[in-house]
């Protein structure tokens, strides 16, 4: 087993990661930009070098420096996270070629799922369901429209080094498709530096359920069941939860064997993920893989009882994994909601800022993944996630009201965060009966952008309440949004405190 790993990633993922390690007995070392110097994950781990560098591009993109202190500081192996180097080939090449273990799959494997048209084909070679489309590229636009009309409209136009939505247009006839193809490859062109694109038949309202999958050295790849995904916002989850309400044992049970077999398919090991959609008629559909560990993986963790970090690093060490079989049987039931710096009110633009109080939620089944604390600061630099809370509950409905209770526990000031916003999806009628698809945020815009009364005239009474009661003028009883605020028995020992004075 390794003695020592190498996190080369910042925030909650990075603590989450050393925890693991820690538990191992594994000693962890953090790499941190000059933006990170004070960050939580800086002090998680047991030793800690600086990259330097403000943006992305200047440390944590920065492989050469990060394998250079890897090797330095005696680690036997790199733990990518997620983003960042999570997902890039010839990375992971030159961490394997400085003698160090990559935690996460072959690179062969991440180049070949990479690519989304080599993906598609080696789905199709191998039997697993993808959407009606081309096995190509597409290069004349004069025969991609005569593909185009042969699918059926509407279609969609992808870019075959995407994914996440860049590059990709929606066409929903002939006369669209030229301009779209053009515009499509040029966006392509700029953010992959690759503007090869392809046509897939456009899935209408589908559901987006994702299976998790383990691959290890012995011989054994299993899945660990689903996580419905398909609260999104701009390709970007929302919420996410373990089991999906929509499948059934039947339909668990054959998208699990198709996902074993795209793990299977090309060569993988260790944790990745196989994305579906589900349409209307309950037919699903391989749509990629993510090669790497997802933000999302809490409420598989929590719904299997699994490490999966763990499991990575067992796998990564040559050591078999801890499950013998597929996983179609969960313990209850998890909610994930992503906090992020956000104003969803102001269209959910970034929230920059110090953290000048932080109280946030624990109790019953609630788990959360932070990257921050009280005195933080939050840069434009980095992706917005500042926390994940997990719930569990013994079925669905359990899990959704202690979620409910535990963003109204949350107190953070100095920034604005996703938190109201999520309080409003979790209250929501179809969300609580499971009657969603992808669309969900756009459809309900009216009730989870709602107005409430006048905010400011809120927080003033709230000033003036707050500053009565810390003069001991009065109490609050459990009040109105079911948040407590002093408990009854402290009421009752300040009216006797009062009459004895
Ligand atoms: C699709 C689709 C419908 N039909 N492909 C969005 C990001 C990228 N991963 C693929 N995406 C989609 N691909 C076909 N053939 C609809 C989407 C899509 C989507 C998928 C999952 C979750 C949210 C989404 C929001 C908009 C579009």
């Not at 990170?36 to 330097?52: I, K, M, Q, T």
């Not at 050591?319 to 049987?329: D, F, H």
């Not at 107005?451 to 000033?463: G, H, K």
Request: net charge neutral; aromatic share 8%.
């Amino acid at each position: 087993m390794f003695k020592k790993i190498l996190v080369a990633n910042r925030g909650e993922i990075a603590i989450r990661i050393m925890r693991t390690c820690r538990e191992m007995g594994i000693k962890s070392v953090a790499v941190f930009s000059d933006i990170d110097r004070s960050s939580p994950f800086v002090y998680h781990a047991d030793e800690a070098c600086a990259l330097g560098g403000t943006t992305s591009q200047e440390s944590y993109l920065q492989w050469q420096k990060i394998i250079s202190i890897a090797r330095r500081s005696g680690a036997g192996a790199i733990h990518p996270g997620y983003g960042f180097l999570s997902e890039n080939a010839a990375f992971a090449e030159a961490v394997q070629k400085s003698g160090l273990v990559f935690i996460g799959p072959p690179p062969e494997a991440i180049r070949l799922m990479g690519n989304k048209t080599a993906a598609r084909k080696l789905m199709i070679n191998h039997g697993v369901p993808t959407v009606p489309g081309t096995e190509d590229a597409i290069e004349n636009v004069d025969e991609a429209r005569k593909i185009a009309l042969e699918i059926g409209y509407p279609i969609l136009i992808k870019a075959a080094a995407g994914g996440g939505g860049k590059g990709m247009r929606l066409v929903e006839n002939d006369a669209q498709f030229e301009e779209a193809m053009i515009s499509a490859g040029r966006e392509a062109g700029a953010a992959f530096g690759d503007a090869t694109v392809y046509i897939e038949k456009f899935v209408e309202e589908p559901r987006h359920i994702e299976f998790q999958i383990l691959a290890d050295n012995h011989g054994r790849t299993v899945h660990l069941g689903e996580r419905e995904c398909s609260i999104q916002r701009r390709h970007q989850k929302v919420v996410e939860e373990a089991p999906s309400s929509l499948l059934d044992k039947k339909l668990r049970h054959e998208m699990g064997q198709a996902a074993v077999k795209a793990a299977e398919a090309c060569g993988y090991r260790g944790a990745g993920t196989i994305e579906f959609l589900v349409d209307k008629h309950r037919r699903f559909y391989f749509l990629e893989m993510n090669t790497r560990l997802q933000v999302e993986h809490p409420v598989t963790e929590w719904v299997t009882g699994l490490d999966l970090v763990a499991e990575q690093i067992r796998i990564a060490a040559g050591l078999p994994m801890t499950p013998e079989q597929n996983i179609e049987q969960f313990w209850g039931h998890a909610v994930e909601c992503r906090l992020y710096a956000e104003n969803p009110k102001n269209d959910f633009a970034p929230s920059p800022g110090k953290i000048l109080f932080l109280k946030s939620a624990d109790g019953p089944g609630i788990r959360e993944d932070s990257g921050i604390t009280q005195g933080s600061e939050i840069s434009l630099y980095y992706d917005p996630l500042i926390s994940k809370l997990i719930a569990w509950g013994s079925d669905r409905g359990q899990a959704i009201r202690r979620m409910l209770r535990a963003l109204r526990e949350y107190e953070i000031l100095g920034i604005h965060t996703t938190i109201p916003f999520l309080i409003r999806v979790m209250e929501n009628r179809d969300f609580n009966r499971g009657t969603f698809t992808t669309k969900f945020i756009e459809e309900h815009r009216n009730e989870l952008f709602r107005q409430d009364e006048s905010l400011a005239e809120v927080a003033a009474f709230s000033a003036v309440l707050q500053e009565l009661k810390e003069k001991n003028r009065v109490v609050f009883k459990n009040g109105g949004n079911g948040r407590l605020k002093t408990s009854n028995w402290k009421v009752i020992h300040r009216k006797k405190a009062l009459r004895t004075r």
